[in-house]
């Protein structure tokens, strides 16, 4: 079993997306798994066939046969449970993920189902911009004390920032399957070596649309080919149908693809209270050097186009 750990508006759906398209391909099956509370409070995990507890989730899957998992609103709870798989977790600024979910719950966010965030969203579209904030801080908060608790030093997890790899998504995609052990050493580069790839993935595409051709699947490492061609059918551009990144739209899901929009948003009051509530978690996770960061500060976020977040502290 392979685990996939993410967080709530961390590219989760995108990172998500691109793993179970290649597996698709390699003949592993995909499951997703999430907590629908998420990021308001910690409540039952589902994969949308079956619901269950934090406690019970390692002995589903496994019953299940699992083979590449989605933990998209991931906690050391659900990592302690699964802590000997091989694993690739990945973290973004506190900062943006509070601006991301604000216009996300405000505006975009499919709420059918989901009572708490419908309430919240009718609170959001009820004050400004700052009071949103301010309010999607105190919704959020339990998603980045998630990130704040998290072990960033067990060996078998690969840790990344969201800003490095959507900022150079081949290169991060082809370090994920490498660390997975789920890649091959080298590319096909005879035409039968390349008959054989492709007969084996059309294969386990089919085999994986019917449960009654589970058996004729075969099982393989990917090329590089196919890593890099599924992360390019997911760039922003294809997600935005044209709009490039960039360039806002409050309205969708994709709104920008940049890192460090806070600074567009925060005020010192929001600033204030981030400071207050979260400490030196930017410090530890990466994102900064100390506490003096701010709105134009020297040496913040603000001032650099990606996160040095790889030096966990």
């Known amino acids: 079993m392979y685990i996939y750990y993410g967080h709530h508006k961390c590219a989760s759906t995108w990172i998500w997306q691109i793993i179970a398209g290649v597996c698709k391909n390699i003949g592993l099956s995909h499951r997703l798994v999430l907590d629908r509370l998420t990021p308001l409070a910690k409540g039952p995990l589902t994969d949308y066939h079956e619901t269950f507890s934090r406690s019970e989730m390692r002995q589903y899957l496994v019953a299940t046969k699992a083979e590449m998992v989605s933990c998209i609103t991931a906690d050391m709870e659900q990592a302690d449970a699964l802590a000997d798989y091989l ?161 806002t739209d409050e309205n969708k899901h994709y709104r920008t693809g940049i890192p460090g929009d806070w600074v567009n948003h925060f005020t010192p009051s929001v600033i204030d209270l981030f400071k207050a509530r979260y400490g030196n978690l930017l410090i530890r996770i990466g994102y900064e050097d100390d506490t003096a960061w701010g709105l134009g500060a020297s040496g913040s976020t603000a001032s650099r186009a990606i996160p040095a977040a790889r030096v966990f502290r």
Not at 99 to 128: I, T
Request: glycine fraction near 8%.
């Open 87 to 247: 694993g690739v977790h990945v973290i973004r600024d506190p900062r943006d993920i509070i601006v991301s979910a604000y216009f996300s719950h405000r505006n975009s966010h499919p709420v059918d189902g989901l009572p708490h965030l419908q309430q919240h969203r009718e609170r959001l579209r009820a004050c400004s911009l700052e009071e949103g904030l301010l309010l999607e801080m105190e919704f959020s908060n339990e998603e980045i004390n998630s990130m704040g608790e998290w072990d960033y030093t067990q060996p078998n997890v690969l840790e990344l920032c969201m800003e490095d790899l959507t900022g150079q998504p081949y290169k991060g995609f082809l370090e994920i399957f490498g660390f997975l052990g789920l890649l091959q050493a080298d590319e096909p580069h005879r035409l039968l070596q390349e008959l054989e790839v492709f007969m084996n993935q059309l294969r386990n595409r089919v085999a994986g649309r019917y449960k009654w051709l589970i058996r004729a699947r075969r099982p393989m490492k990917a090329t590089g080919q196919l890593v890099l061609g599924t992360v390019y059918s997911q760039r922003f551009e294809s997600k935005t149908h044209g709009r490039p990144r960039g360039e």
